[in-house]
């Protein structure tokens, strides 16, 4: 009975086996059948030495390697003349998959849609589809997979390009087979982006938008985790949960990006895989600290199209610098020890990696680094490197058979394993080579060359002579000149195997003779360009990559300036002939006939004047991807801190100007919007290198036309609040709920419960507990009065009202508050609201006892804010001392960083500015700026860049001719998107592509 039972068992088991796939009508083949790739020159893995070995495969794997000829009944392929290499693997890439439509860069007219337009238990945000799995809608695409099969990709990691967090990606081959064959892992990995793809809600509009949704994600699946829930189900997160571990993509956009990836990774203990830009070279000391893991991707940058003066006007020092710089980027990441995978992503045919690879190869890149970029280090990252990236015994047969070596130019795919095999062109011609020809009455040399996808015949005996070849099938026919001044041939006919060719020939009598060619060397190795070959890389080194970049960072200087008149903005005011010292990025003295220290460098100051630097205390100069998140009443979880952009040539043109730190401003789109940054315009600096440490924590309020939206078409009317009465609500509402939710964390850590942190609400209580400060725009009286009464009936202050241009109606109130004020010097009559302006209101301000500053809000005004403070001496009549201190010490006192910078004292920060004459006087410029006692700028070195500038531009422009001369392909330069933020600056991020 046992046995009976068994044996039923085993029968169901083999049943069950046979239907997995659909039953074949008719005689079947059996997939017990091993097929031998033979006499191929094989290079197991990067580094590995090309030997001539046969491969066994048996139901897609490897199943023997060795130089043992076929067995019996096994089939072979011959594959002579070909060099066999493990298949490539790109890990970005969405075959298969439907593309999804973008958000338009405009939104269309009509009413703003907040609610998802999605069916089931899913997130709130449409950009969020953690819960979507590539591989339930992967369908093998045969175009799509013959692309990749001609460029030599055997497997792709794919996924669905659609939001912020895009859900699962599946590990496919690429060969013709259907789907269940073609998948060797479902859920190979996770993908993310900061673009919100189809999404159709407002939210988010901004990069720093995007940021703040994955924070708030990674942070509930923390929660989730730890056993938090709130008696909801929510797909994406517990499908994130439970992906944790798997390997994280991420596709950027922008360079920078590669660092607000890794802090949110460092915030969240996570790892990322990220796609990177191709500038990587600019920063390649500072991305070396990260240790990341970056996909590279095989575009490069087209030659710019010099040739026109007209357009020349579009093509900066950094465009064709980069077109310069970019084939180095893989050498010089490797020399630095970052890894780096390789990626088709962006090219427009994926068969151009073979020109890409080649001019990386003549940029110094080694071919077996090269090599490992598109095999092994992909299948490591992935932890498939069991599976695939070796051509190894055990593993699935994923390989590729090359017309020529690894990294040579306009190299052909001619054999594409990947579980079904493909055969693009059989290689019916001779082996390349040295080859020993015998006739009857002469030996000679037959040398074989490769040449692009023909053969070059050369003859050799007492001359070398060219030789017409004719090849059909295996038989070949050669053209040997005999002499050339008679034009008299020997025709030799014959067949050829992979080494040799043997055949017959008349001679000038007419007589029948045998020939043979024996070969007996292989070519020389061509896989890596000869030394001499290598291109030297250029040095454009600049800090940051900008035609003013500093080509060193500048450090802090010792420094004894002499002589000078010193506006200390300290009690002691303004110093005639006076000296002050910096150190190290500090004051270290200020006074009169001080000794110089030892190794000091003296500066003669005999009429200059020195003041603090300037402090913009609203700016918007730097920040990358939008300045508004507009789409909701309340954005307190954003963070401008996320989005500063270094390469801001505003920073530079600032530092001409004389200012050295400011307040980056979230815009004032909506009642409540993001937190801000307090910078010093370090030029040359890394993002979070640009925040000055320890300063507290700022956030933007607003009021008036712009937050509920009158000025902004028919289509905004869905958006609470519409009227100056709902902006009131919005803040009561807000703060009524943060007081909740910090009562309810409190009593959760009592109890030793997960507790959700919301970032929106977390910022808001914040500014209850005092550690976060509000700046709020303003214009009218009623609403500045009603934010004040509303702020001490919740228990909270407004520390600044910027704008503020019926200030001086409420002076007294705002006194009485403990508010500061931050205004326009003279701006009035630009919209409604701002009808009642009158350029003495700072002055009104500061007589009455208001700590008042001037600010900007633009990026051109930032240049000349010493001029704005001057117009308060016209304009009400302040000193010039009072003048000076709007826009420096008392800046400084409210963004409480005053212990820091605003003035000169010992003990501050070097931040200083040394001008040509009065700092107030119109006709007065910065000649140095510095900024923690480093020169960041300096006036007399200016024409000297400028013709360094031209002269490296004058060079590149040539060689960019040249380059189009030789034929390789330009596109048409482009203006560059330089984006001067204002308060109501909306944009759509990453919705145009030409927002790069």
């Known amino acids: 009975m046992k046995r009976i039972l068994l044996i039923y068992m085993v029968l169901n088991v083999l049943y069950a086996a046979a239907q997995t796939e659909q039953p074949k009508p008719g005689i079947t083949e059996s997939d017990e059948l091993i097929t031998v790739y033979k006499d191929a020159l094989v290079v197991t893995e990067p580094g590995a030495t090309p030997q001539r070995l046969n491969?066994?495969?048996?139901?897609?794997?490897?199943?023997?390697?060795?130089?043992?000829?076929?067995?019996?009944?096994?089939i072979v392929k011959d594959c002579s003349g070909m060099y066999l290499y493990p298949g490539?693997?790109?890990?970005?890439?969405?075959?298969?998959?439907?593309?999804?439509?973008?958000?338009?860069?405009?939104?269309?007219?009509?009413?703003?849609?907040?609610?998802?337009?999605?069916?089931?238990?899913?997130?709130?945000?449409?950009?969020?589809?953690?819960?979507?799995?590539?591989?339930?809608?992967?369908?093998?695409?045969?175009?799509?997979?013959?692309?990749?099969?001609?460029?030599?990709?055997?497997?792709?990691?794919?996924?669905?390009?659609?939001?912020?967090?895009?859900?699962?990606?599946?590990?496919?081959?690429?060969?013709?087979?259907?789907?269940?064959?073609?998948?060797?892992?479902?859920?190979?990995s996770v993908h993310y982006s900061f673009t919100k793809g189809s999404s159709t809600q407002p939210y988010p509009t901004s990069l720093m938008g995007s940021i703040a949704l994955l924070r708030q994600l990674f942070s509930d699946v923390d929660w989730y985790r730890k056993g938090g829930r709130d008696g909801s189900?929510?797909?994406?997160?517990?499908?994130?949960?439970?992906?944790?571990?798997?390997?994280?993509?991420?596709?950027?956009?922008?360079?920078y990006d590669i660092w607000r990836i890794h802090a949110l990774g460092r915030e969240f203990s996570r790892e990322f895989i990220i796609?990177?830009?191709?500038?990587?070279?600019?920063?390649?000391?500072?991305?070396?600290?990260?240790?990341?893991?970056?996909?590279?991707?095989?575009?490069?940058?087209?030659?710019?199209?010099?040739?026109?003066?007209?357009?020349?006007?579009?093509?900066?020092?950094?465009?064709?610098?980069?077109?310069?710089?970019?084939?180095?980027?893989?050498?010089?990441?490797?020399?630095?020890?970052?890894?780096?995978?390789?990626?088709?992503?962006?090219?427009?045919?994926?068969?151009?990696?073979?020109?890409?690879?080649?001019?990386?190869?003549?940029?110094?890149?080694?071919?077996?680094?090269?090599?490992?970029?598109?095999?092994?280090?992909?299948?490591?990252?992935?932890?498939?490197?069991?599976?695939?990236?070796?051509?190894?015994?055990?593993?699935?047969?994923?390989?590729?058979?090359?017309?020529?070596?690894?990294?040579?130019?306009?190299?052909?795919?001619?054999?594409?394993?990947?579980?079904?095999?493909?055969?693009?062109?059989?290689?019916?011609?001779?082996?390349?080579?040295?080859?020993?020809?015998?006739l009857h009455d002469t030996t000679a040399q037959l040398l074989i060359y490769p040449s692009g996808n023909k053969l070059i015949y050369k003859w050799t005996a007492t001359d070398t002579l060219d030789v017409v070849a004719t090849l059909q099938a295996y038989n070949i026919t050669l053209k040997i000149p005999l002499s050339r001044k008679n034009k008299t041939?020997?025709?030799?006919?014959?067949?050829?195997?992979?080494?040799?060719?043997?055949?017959?020939?008349?001679?000038?009598?007419?007589?029948?003779?045998?020939?043979?060619?024996?070969?007996?060397?292989?070519?020389?190795?061509?896989?890596?360009?000869?030394?001499?070959?290598?291109r030297q890389i250029p040095d454009y080194t600049r800090f940051p990559f900008t035609a003013w970049g500093h080509k060193i960072p500048p450090p802090a200087e010792h420094l004894h300036i002499k002589g000078a008149t010193i506006w200390t903005m300290e009690p002691q005011g303004k110093l005639e002939n006076a000296d002050i010292i910096i150190r190290e990025g500090k004051i270290?003295?200020?006074?009169?006939?001080?000794?110089?220290?030892?190794?000091?460098?003296?500066?003669?100051?005999?009429?200059?004047?020195?003041?603090?630097?300037?402090?913009?205390?609203?700016?918007?100069?730097?920040?990358?991807?939008?300045?508004?998140?507009?789409?909701?009443?309340?954005?307190?979880?954003?963070?401008?801190?996320?989005?500063i952009n270094p390469d801001d040539i505003n920073i530079y043109r600032q530092l001409a100007g004389g200012v050295t730190a400011a307040q980056l401003l979230h815009g004032s789109a909506n009642s409540i919007g993001g937190q801000s940054a307090l910078v010093k315009l370090r030029w040359g600096a890394l993002p979070e290198q640009m925040k000055i440490s320890g300063?507290?924590?700022?956030?933007?309020?607003?009021?008036?036309?712009?937050?509920?939206?009158?000025?902004?078409?028919?289509?905004?009317?869905?958006?609470?609040?519409?009227?100056?009465?709902?902006?009131?609500?919005?803040?009561?509402?807000?703060?009524?709920?943060?007081?909740?939710?910090?009562?309810?964390?409190?009593?959760?850590?009592?109890?030793?419960?997960?507790?959700?942190?919301?970032?929106?609400?977390?910022?808001?209580?914040?500014?209850?507990?005092?550690?976060?400060?509000?700046?709020?725009?303003s214009y009218v009286q009623s609403e500045i009065n009603m934010l004040m009464k509303l702020a001490d009936s919740l228990g909270f202050k407004v520390n600044t009202f910027t704008h503020i241009l019926e200030g001086y109606k409420v002076a007294?109130?705002?006194?009485?508050?403990?508010?500061?004020?931050?205004?326009?010097?003279?701006?009035?009559?630009?919209?409604?609201?701002?009808?009642?302006?009158?350029?003495?209101?700072?002055?009104?301000?500061?007589?009455?006892?208001?700590?008042?500053?001037?600010?900007?809000?633009?990026?051109?005004?930032?240049r000349r804010l010493n001029q704005e403070a001057a117009k308060t001496v016209k304009y009400g009549g302040l000193s010039e001392v009072e003048a000076l201190a709007t826009v420096t010490i008392n800046p400084a006192r409210m963004l409480r960083i005053d212990h820091l910078t605003g003035s000169l004292k010992p003990g501050k920060d070097a931040d200083l500015v040394l001008w040509n004459g009065h700092p107030l006087l119109s006709s007065s410029f910065p000649l140095a700026t510095f900024v923690d006692g480093r020169r960041l700028y300096d006036y007399h070195s200016q024409n000297e860049h400028r013709l360094r500038i031209d002269e490296e531009k004058n060079k590149l422009i040539q060689k960019a001719l040249s380059a189009i001369a030789q034929g390789k392909e330009k596109e048409k330069p482009k203006a560059d998107q330089n984006f001067m933020y204002h308060c109501e600056t909306i944009i759509q991020y990453a919705a145009d592509e030409d927002l790069d």
């Open 88 to 188: 490539f693997i790109d890990l970005m890439s969405n075959y298969g998959l439907s593309a999804a439509e973008q958000t338009p860069a405009r939104r269309p007219l009509g009413p703003i849609k907040y609610d998802r337009t999605r069916h089931g238990a899913r997130h709130w945000n449409d950009a969020i589809r953690s819960e979507f799995h590539s591989y339930e809608e992967f369908n093998y695409q045969k175009k799509q997979a013959d692309d990749y099969q001609k460029a030599g990709i055997t497997v792709v990691l794919t996924h669905r390009r659609d939001g912020i967090a895009r859900g699962s990606g599946s590990l496919v081959l690429t060969g013709h087979a259907s789907e269940n064959h073609l998948i060797l892992r479902e859920r190979a």
């Open 812 to 862: 007294d109130k705002m006194k009485e508050h403990g508010a500061n004020a931050s205004s326009f010097s003279d701006w009035w009559a630009y919209k409604w609201e701002v009808k009642d302006a009158i350029p003495f209101n700072a002055a009104i301000l500061t007589r009455v006892g208001v700590n008042t500053a001037i600010n900007s809000d633009d990026a051109e005004m930032g």
């Open 275 to 438: 796609l990177g830009s191709g500038r990587e070279y600019q920063r390649v000391t500072d991305l070396k600290a990260l240790k990341p893991k970056l996909i590279l991707p095989l575009q490069l940058p087209k030659v710019p199209d010099v040739s026109s003066p007209l357009e020349l006007k579009h093509i900066t020092w950094e465009k064709l610098a980069h077109w310069d710089m970019a084939p180095f980027n893989p050498a010089i990441l490797h020399r630095e020890g970052i890894t780096f995978a390789f990626t088709t992503h962006g090219l427009k045919d994926k068969k151009d990696l073979w020109r890409s690879l080649s001019e990386m190869l003549k940029a110094g890149l080694d071919t077996a680094t090269a090599l490992a970029a598109f095999t092994t280090v992909p299948a490591a990252w992935i932890g498939a490197d069991d599976l695939i990236g070796r051509i190894k015994v055990g593993q699935v047969a994923s390989f590729i058979g090359l017309e020529k070596p690894f990294g040579t130019e306009d190299n052909r795919v001619l054999l594409h394993l990947s579980y079904a095999e493909n055969i693009f062109e059989p290689i019916i011609k001779p082996s390349p080579g040295v080859y020993t020809a015998t």
């Open 588 to 643: 270290v003295a200020i006074g009169t006939n001080l000794p110089t220290p030892r190794g000091a460098q003296v500066l003669d100051a005999k009429g200059i004047h020195i003041t603090p630097g300037i402090i913009d205390e609203h700016s918007h100069i730097a920040i990358y991807g939008g300045v508004n998140e507009g789409s909701h009443s309340i954005t307190s979880e954003v963070r401008i801190g996320d989005v």
């Open 489 to 534: 041939y020997r025709i030799l006919e014959g067949t050829f195997t992979q080494n040799t060719i043997s055949g017959y020939y008349l001679d000038q009598n007419g007589q029948l003779h045998t020939w043979t060619a024996h070969k007996t060397a292989d070519l020389p190795d061509t896989s890596r360009p000869k030394s001499d070959s290598i």
């Open 55 to 74: 491969i066994a495969v048996r139901k897609g794997r490897i199943i023997r390697i060795s130089t043992q000829p076929p067995q019996p009944g096994e």
């Open 233 to 255: 189900i929510n797909l994406a997160i517990a499908s994130e949960a439970a992906a944790l571990g798997l390997p994280a993509i991420f596709e950027t956009r922008d360079f």
């Open 695 to 777: 300063a507290p924590g700022f956030i933007k309020f607003a009021l008036g036309e712009n937050v509920k939206q009158s000025n902004w078409g028919e289509g905004n009317v869905t958006r609470f609040p519409q009227t100056r009465m709902g902006v009131e609500q919005v803040f009561a509402d807000a703060f009524n709920r943060a007081k909740v939710y910090e009562s309810r964390k409190k009593a959760a850590q009592k109890a030793k419960i997960p507790f959700r942190t919301d970032y929106q609400l977390e910022a808001l209580s914040e500014i209850l507990n005092g550690s976060r400060h509000i700046t709020c725009h």
